[in-house]
């Protein structure tokens, strides 16, 4: 599993890349490898405005339908609009597809995780049925 | 989760990568390389499925035939011995049981495929109704049953059997075709939209032939989950038991009224109540829709006209082939003419669609855009 050290982590396996009081948010590429095909994405209108871990986006794959949270405190000031026509791009480069980017005060980030934190929240090998 | 229930595929799926899940309390894999890569690899080449959870009922006896026809909603006598016929079975009220398929083995020995999901209750439902002297047995953990479909299905299959497959036209089936030193059930049949074989064998061959049919067929088939077979039969525009069909909503209902046959002599469960509504007493029907905003319909979600809700979604996926974001709804009448503009709700917003005809996949379609 592929986990960047450069990046922050939730534990609802968001990423969240700080560029000065931007973040940028994408889901892992744990999140999408058990998502399977993502067809689908749902992107927040820009100026919403989002406390901690609440839901501002909505990534679907062909069974399941599954919410993006808003890691830290913010207004939404960027979405990545060619995602709505390649969904697929979330599969292919998790890291490379931030679906939205909010304008943070920082409010949230304490409760961020390395990723070194991240990576026992990624077992590679899944409970055998 | 240990108390799940294997097939005899349990090992080899595992083995060939599938991602298991619990499936009504099967240990069932829900995708192998991914949902839309395999339903892709359907539609072009052929897949294996085990669907060995899907349960059998042998019914046998002198008073097999008369007693089929009155569980039946479809005529036994549109089939003959070496035919397989499609049926819904259905309560009084025209309410619907199960969806099942019959086959003819011998005028007085029937084989009936049933779903996964209802093998008890359909096991009571014959028993209770069957006449005494009859043998009603369920067979379900002595037959593993495997399908293999796509375009390349016969071609792979033929690479292991000296019976020749092409003779076994649409909806017929053999019973003693030569499978891996043993003899299987092989019909043309399946749930995908494709051309196909459903093999039912003894349980214990059932890892050999997994084996013999993917050796055989390299590159041209792999296993497939229930996640494309499921991706597969809705965009087919195939029925699922629980969505389209319920206890609720008759087959008439779901647009499966071909399949009734209330003209039949033979008196049947629901034959009153199902005439009733092929000649016209239909309040609702389940139709097709595509969306026209940006959503994918899922089975459950709200369908409103002008505000006010109506109905609601049966089945609804992003469909593969297909590229487009599509479903089937049940909606009273007077909304189920094509063009009729409709509302899905989604996460509590109201998403344009429209209601359709004839927008699901079928393979004529297919070869005819080849051509």
């Known amino acids: ?129 | 989760m240990s108390e799940l229930k294997r097939t005899p595929f349990y090992e080899k799926e595992i083995a060939a990568g599938g991602k298991m899940i619990d499936f009504g309390g099967w240990a069932l894999p829900v995708q192998y390389e991914g949902i839309l890569k395999e339903h892709k690899r359907v539609r072009e080449n052929a897949g294996l499925f085990d669907v060995s959870h899907m349960g059998e009922i042998l019914v046998k006896g002198e008073e097999a035939r008369g007693f089929v026809q009155s569980i039946i909603a479809n005529d036994l006598d549109r089939i003959g011995t070496g035919q397989a016929i499609y049926s819904p079975i259905c309560y009084d009220d025209g309410g619907t049981v199960d969806d099942l398929i019959v086959y003819q083995i011998a005028e007085d020995e029937y084989f009936i495929v049933v779903n996964a999901a209802n093998v008890e209750k359909d096991f009571d439902w014959f028993c209770q109704h069957a006449p005494e002297g009859l043998t009603v047995e369920n067979i379900s953990s002595e037959i593993a049953q495997l399908a293999v479909q796509g375009p390349k299905a016969q071609e792979v299959l033929q690479r292991i059997t000296d019976y020749d497959l092409s003779t076994i036209k649409f909806f017929h089936f053999a019973a003693n075709v030569k499978l891996v030193g043993s003899e299987a059930i092989v019909s043309r049949t399946g749930y995908t939209g494709e051309d196909g074989f459903e093999i039912y064998i003894n349980a214990k061959e059932g890892p050999a032939l997994w084996d013999a049919i993917l050796d055989a067929g390299k590159d041209d088939i792999a296993p497939i989950g229930l996640g494309a077979r499921d991706t597969l039969r809705f965009e087919a525009k195939l029925p699922l038991y629980g969505h389209e069909i319920t206890k609720e909503i008759s087959p008439v209902e779901a647009g499966l009224g071909f399949f009734i046959r209330p003209e039949k002599e033979a008196g049947f469960h629901g034959k009153a109540a199902l005439a009733a509504q092929k000649e016209g007493a239909l309040t609702r029907k389940v139709v097709e829709f595509e969306m026209v905003g940006r959503g994918i319909p899922r089975e459950g979600y709200p369908v409103a006209v002008e505000g006010k809700e109506v109905g609601w979604v049966t089945s609804g996926m992003f469909a593969p082939t297909l590229g487009k974001n599509m479903g089937l709804a049940i909606l009273p009448k007077e909304f189920t003419e094509p063009g009729t503009k409709i509302d899905v709700i989604i996460r509590g917003r109201s998403v344009p669609a429209e209601v359709k005809k004839g927008i699901f996949y079928s393979k004529k379609t297919k070869s005819k855009k080849n051509a």
């Open chain 1, 1 to 129: 599993m592929n986990i960047p050290q450069e990046l922050f982590y939730s534990k609802e396996h968001e990423w969240v890349r700080f560029e000065g009081n931007k973040a940028y948010i994408g889901i892992s590429d744990y999140a999408q490898h058990h998502l399977g095909d993502i067809v689908f994405v749902e992107l927040p209108e820009i100026g919403a405005e989002f406390a901690p871990m609440t839901e501002a986006a909505v990534v679907e794959s062909v069974k399941a339908v599954s919410p993006v949270f808003c890691p830290v405190a913010g207004k939404v000031v960027e979405v990545n609009e060619a995602l709505l026509d390649t969904p697929e791009k979330v599969n292919e480069a998790p890291y490379e597809s931030f679906l939205f980017a909010v304008e943070t005060d920082g409010a949230g980030k304490e409760n961020l995780l390395s990723a070194e934190a991240y990576a026992p929240l990624c077992p590679e090998e899944e409970e055998t049925l």
